[in-house]
């Protein structure tokens, strides 16, 4: 199974909006409302920043939302700042109790 | 809060295998699901396998089917991935991560570990 398609880097300027796209098929994303988002500093383990497409966990910024529609899901950050600057990954269930990840997007804060 | 401590960096031969252990501090493993993940250098999060431990359940990636094993030890709230047939691709940071879903799962990863280094090289 292939990994969900995200783009390979996006960049914005500090208070700028940007928005992350992770694209699957009709066998993952599409079938279910388990889409997460982690967020990857250099050296560091990931971090859940949006479970089941929209929710947020606690002490997460209300600047990170996400969405989905068909087999796409999405992560929109608003407000960018610095720290923002890491690795997103999205991933989604892939049905017989399994999972996958999409492939990584670098974002760079200008 | 439950925290999770893996085991050291580990060196291995390819063909060798290898054990990542992973244990929760601060709490139990209760009806949590724990998950593996491997990092390669330089690239993505890749999907290993999951250990429901208090219901000894294991579902496993197709890509490593017949290669991986993850075990769980409820006296000691420690979980296992053991990787055989090691070759330089399997090369990667090794976490473990906890699902609070339990046997159905939530699918996704609230808390994880700090990762463990394997190298696999002649």
């Known amino acids: 199974q292939s990994a969900l398609t995200q783009p390979a880097s996006v960049s914005g300027s500090p208070g700028q909006s940007i928005i992350i796209s992770c694209t699957g098929t009709?066998?993952?994303?599409?079938?279910?409302?388990?889409v997460s988002w982690y967020q990857q500093h250099p050296g560091e383990a990931p971090k859940l920043i949006i479970y089941?497409?929209?929710k947020r966990p606690s002490g997460v910024s209300n600047r990170f939302s996400g969405s989905k529609s068909g087999n796409t899901a999405s992560l929109i950050i608003s407000g960018l700042q610095a720290e923002d600057e890491a690795d997103y990954y999205c991933?989604?269930?892939?049905?017989?109790?399994?999972?996958?990840f999409g492939g990584g997007t670098k974002l760079t804060v200008l | 809060q439950v925290q999770l401590v893996q085991s050291e960096a580990e060196v291995k031969k390819p063909g060798s295998s290898v054990e990542v252990s992973c244990k929760a501090f601060?709490?139990?493993?209760?009806?949590?699901?724990i998950t593996w993940v491997r990092q390669a250098p330089g690239q993505g999060l890749e999907w290993m396998g999951r250990?429901?431990?208090?219901?000894?359940?294991?579902n496993y990636a197709q890509k490593f089917q017949g290669r991986i094993t993850i075990t769980a030890d409820e006296s000691t709230g420690t979980v296992f991935m053991e990787l055989n047939s090691l070759r330089s691709e399997d090369t990667a940071v090794y976490y473990c991560?906890?699902?609070?879903?339990?046997?159905?799962?939530?699918?996704?990863?609230?808390?994880w570990g700090r990762g463990t280094l394997v190298t696999v090289s002649s």
């Open positions: 009709s066998s993952d994303i599409g079938s279910f409302n388990f």
């Open positions: 991933c989604s269930y892939a049905g017989t109790y399994t999972a996958i």
């Open positions: 250990n429901i431990p208090i219901f000894n359940t294991v």
């Open positions: 601060g709490g139990t493993f209760s009806s949590y699901s």
């Open positions: 089941e497409v929209t």
């Open positions: 991560a906890r699902d609070p879903g339990g046997d159905v799962g939530h699918w996704f990863f609230d808390i």
